[in-house]
């Protein structure tokens, strides 16, 4: 695999990561500065919040979502909602140049037709992280999830369809987009803990935004 640096130190450039798994570097490097004025607006209606797991175990990655159905959990399981539980208000609508990336990048992994209808926005400092896990509380594992990370780099771990399957790392920086789907849809996958840092536009953060068909 071969990538250029550009000046910000960026890599640009298209790895294969599995069968039906492409990421994009530093695909939405464009937007991402316009992004965040956009995040602000979504954040003003349904601010980010530390949400628990079924077990009790308090999330370390804040989350809030946006679009017709949004992920929760608490201790009654994981779930999508049309409403946000701490409002008791919709989602804030998905903004049309998010959904319109989701749908391109989808493309450009091979997979036509993408519309997804939920966004959840993942907002990891310093420390955070997110355990191994399955992403499977959608309805129909034939449409690929698509990743945008904005900010602090991360290193992202995935493995096989099995827990204890052997993982492989390959850090995440901003604007680098990740397709997954077909055979690769229903691998386990995770955060390692974000380590220091300041970025010039995000701050000392990293958000990371998945786009799904949910419903
Ligand atoms: C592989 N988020 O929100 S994005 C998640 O960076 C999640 O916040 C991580 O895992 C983050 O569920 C990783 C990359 C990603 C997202 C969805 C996937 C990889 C995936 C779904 C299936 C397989
Ligand atoms: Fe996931």
């Given at each position: 695999?071969?990538?250029?640096?550009f000046?910000d130190?960026t890599p640009q450039?298209?790895?294969?990561?599995?069968?039906?798994?492409?990421?994009l570097r530093g695909h939405a490097l464009p937007q991402a500065e316009?992004w965040?004025?956009?995040?602000?607006?979504?954040?003003?209606?349904?601010?980010?919040?530390?949400?628990?797991?079924?077990?009790?175990?308090?999330?370390?990655?804040?989350?809030?979502?946006?679009?017709?159905?949004?992920?929760?959990?608490?201790?009654?399981?994981?779930?999508?909602?049309?409403?946000?539980?701490?409002?008791?208000?919709?989602?804030?609508?998905?903004?049309?140049?998010?959904?319109?990336?989701?749908?391109?990048?989808?493309?450009?992994?091979?997979?036509?037709?993408?519309?997804?209808?939920?966004?959840?926005?993942?907002?990891?400092?310093?420390?955070?992280?997110?355990?191994?896990?399955?992403?499977?509380?959608?309805?129909?594992?034939?449409?690929?999830?698509?990743?945008v990370s904005l900010g602090?780099?991360?290193?992202?771990?995935?493995?096989?369809?099995?827990?204890?399957?052997?993982?492989?790392?390959?850090?995440l920086f901003h604007g680098d987009v990740?397709?997954?789907?077909?055979?690769?849809?229903?691998?386990?996958?995770?955060?390692?803990?974000?380590?220091?840092?300041?970025?010039?536009?995000?701050?000392?953060?990293?958000?990371?935004?998945?786009?799904?068909?949910?419903?």
């Amino acid at each position: 695999m071969t990538f250029d640096l550009f000046a910000d130190d960026t890599p640009q450039g298209r790895e294969t990561l599995g069968p039906s798994a492409v990421l994009l570097r530093g695909h939405a490097l464009p937007q991402a500065e316009s992004w965040l004025a956009l995040l602000e607006q979504i954040e003003a209606r349904s601010p980010f919040r530390h949400m628990y797991t079924p077990g009790g175990y308090r999330m370390s990655a804040a989350m809030t979502c946006c679009g017709e159905l949004g992920w929760i959990t608490d201790r009654r399981g994981y779930r999508y909602s049309a409403t946000d539980p701490l409002t008791g208000q919709p989602w804030p609508p998905m903004p049309d140049a998010w959904r319109a990336l989701a749908g391109e990048a989808a493309q450009q992994a091979g997979f036509q037709g993408f519309e997804p209808d939920a966004c959840l926005i993942n907002r990891y400092v310093p420390g955070a992280k997110m355990s191994l896990h399955q992403d499977k509380d959608e309805r129909d594992h034939s449409w690929p999830v698509v990743s945008v990370s904005l900010g602090l780099p991360a290193v992202f771990q995935f493995g096989g369809l099995q827990r204890t399957d052997k993982t492989q790392r390959v850090p995440l920086f901003h604007g680098d987009v990740l397709v997954w789907g077909g055979a690769d849809r229903l691998r386990f996958h995770g955060i390692l803990p974000l380590a220091e840092g300041e970025h010039p536009r995000f701050g000392a953060q990293r958000i990371n935004l998945t786009f799904r068909k949910a419903g």
